[in-house]
C-alpha cells in the first residue's frame, strides 16, 4: 500500500494528472515525456512521417469505420497565433501550410482556425485552390495560448453543417503550436478527446528545440508516433513539407524508404493507454 501511494504521490509530482487507467501497468511521467518526445527527428525522417500518415486517406485501426479511396478528406488547420510565435515565425507557417495543401489530395478541403487569447475562424471549409488563397490572409494577433478554445471550435466546425464539413468525410485537425496552453489549461486535454470519440484524427506539429508542456501535446495528439510531429523552428516545417512529394508522384524520398518500416509506425502506433 505504502508503494502505491508513493507512485501516486511521483506520479503527481512528476507528471500532474495524466489518466486513470495509465497507473497500475505502465506509468508515464512528464519526465517521461521530455524524454521520448525531446528529440527531433531530421527533416528526412519527419516529411515520410508526415507524408505516410497525414497524406494519405488511410486511417488508424483506432477508427473501426471501413475508409474507401473515394473518402473525402476534411482538414481544420488550426494555427498558433500567440505572442510566443513571431511575425516572421508565423509568416513561415504559412508558407509551409500553403506548400503542405498543395500536396494533399486536391479533393481535400480545408478549414482554418488562429488562435491566441481566443480562437478565430479564419475560413469555413472550403476547397484546397481557395485554401491556398486564404492562408496568405493570415495574420499573428498575439496574445496568450487558449488551445481549448481552439479545439471547441473544431469540434463545432465539424458537427454542425452550416460550416461546410462534408457528409461521411475524413476528418482531421492540424495543430501547429510552439507550446502549452495557458488559458483553461486543463481543459486542452479533454477537448482533444471528445475530438477523437467523434472519430476526428488529431495531429500535432509541435514547433521548437526545448518545449514546455510537450506533455499537453502529447495527449492532444490521436497517437504519439503517426500524430505527433516535432520541428525546430518554422524554417525546418518549411523544408519538412518541401520534402513531401507532390501529388500524384513518387519521390526520392518514398523511394528511399521503400520497404522500411520503422519500428514506430508499427503496431504501436495506436493511443497512448490511458491518456485520458
Ligand atoms: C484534381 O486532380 C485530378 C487528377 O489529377 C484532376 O482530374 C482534377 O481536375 C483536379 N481537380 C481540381 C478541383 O483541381
Ligand atoms: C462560417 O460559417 C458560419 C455559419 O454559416 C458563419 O456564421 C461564419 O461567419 C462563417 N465564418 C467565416 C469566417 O466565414
Known amino acids: 500500500m505504502a508503494v502505491v501511494m508513493d507512485i501516486w504521490f511521483l506520479a503527481l509530482v512528476l507528471g500532474g494528472f495524466v489518466g486513470r487507467s495509465s497507473f497500475g501497468n505502465n506509468l508515464i511521467t512528464e519526465d517521461d515525456y521530455y524524454q521520448r518526445f525531446q528529440k527531433i527527428l531530421s527533416n528526412e525522417e519527419t516529411a515520410r512521417k508526415l507524408n505516410e500518415n497525414f497524406l494519405g486517406h488511410q486511417t488508424r485501426r483506432l477508427y473501426k469505420r471501413q475508409v474507401n479511396l473515394e473518402d473525402h478528406l476534411d482538414v481544420i488547420i488550426v494555427l498558433d497565433s500567440s505572442s510566443s510565435v513571431s511575425k516572421g515565425e508565423f509568416a513561415r507557417a504559412v508558407i509551409a501550410l500553403q506548400d503542405l495543401v498543395?500536396?494533399?489530395?486536391?479533393?481535400?478541403?480545408?478549414?482554418?482556425?488562429?488562435?491566441?487569447?481566443?480562437?478565430?475562424?479564419?475560413?469555413?471549409?472550403?476547397?484546397?485552390?481557395?485554401?491556398?488563397?486564404?492562408?496568405?490572409?493570415?495574420?499573428?494577433?498575439?496574445?496568450?495560448?487558449?488551445?481549448?478554445?481552439?479545439?471547441?471550435?473544431?469540434?463545432?466546425?465539424?458537427?454542425?453543417?452550416?460550416?461546410?464539413?462534408?457528409?461521411?468525410?475524413?476528418?482531421?485537425?492540424?495543430?501547429?503550436?510552439?507550446?502549452?496552453?495557458?488559458?483553461?489549461?486543463?481543459?486542452?486535454?479533454?477537448?482533444?478527446?471528445?475530438?477523437?470519440?467523434?472519430?476526428?484524427?488529431?495531429?500535432?506539429?509541435?514547433?521548437?528545440?526545448?518545449?514546455?508542456?510537450?506533455?499537453?501535446?502529447?495527449?492532444?495528439?490521436?497517437?504519439?508516433?503517426?500524430?505527433?510531429?516535432?520541428?525546430?523552428?518554422?524554417?525546418?516545417?518549411?523544408?519538412?513539407?518541401?520534402?513531401?512529394?507532390?501529388r500524384g508522384q513518387k519521390s526520392w524520398l518514398e523511394e528511399s524508404f521503400a520497404g522500411m518500416t520503422s519500428e514506430e509506425d508499427g503496431e504501436d502506433a495506436g493511443p497512448l493507454r490511458g491518456r485520458m
Open 102 to 246: 498543395k500536396k494533399l489530395r486536391n479533393d481535400t478541403n480545408y478549414a482554418a482556425i488562429t488562435y491566441a487569447t481566443r480562437a478565430t475562424t479564419q475560413f469555413n471549409f472550403t476547397n484546397s485552390f481557395q485554401t491556398e488563397k486564404k492562408l496568405l490572409a493570415l495574420e499573428r494577433s498575439g496574445g496568450k495560448t487558449n488551445t481549448q478554445d481552439a479545439l471547441k471550435r473544431c469540434q463545432e466546425m465539424f458537427v454542425g453543417d452550416q460550416y461546410g464539413a462534408r457528409q461521411g468525410s475524413l476528418r482531421r485537425i492540424l495543430v501547429v503550436t510552439d507550446g502549452q496552453s495557458n488559458i483553461n489549461r486543463d481543459e486542452t486535454v479533454t477537448r482533444a478527446f471528445q475530438l477523437k470519440l467523434l472519430g476526428i484524427e488529431v495531429f500535432v506539429i509541435a514547433v521548437g528545440e526545448y518545449l514546455e508542456g510537450i506533455q499537453e501535446m502529447v495527449q492532444m495528439a490521436s497517437s504519439t508516433n503517426a500524430h505527433m510531429f516535432r520541428v525546430l523552428n518554422m524554417k525546418n516545417l518549411v523544408e519538412v513539407v518541401k520534402l513531401i512529394p507532390n
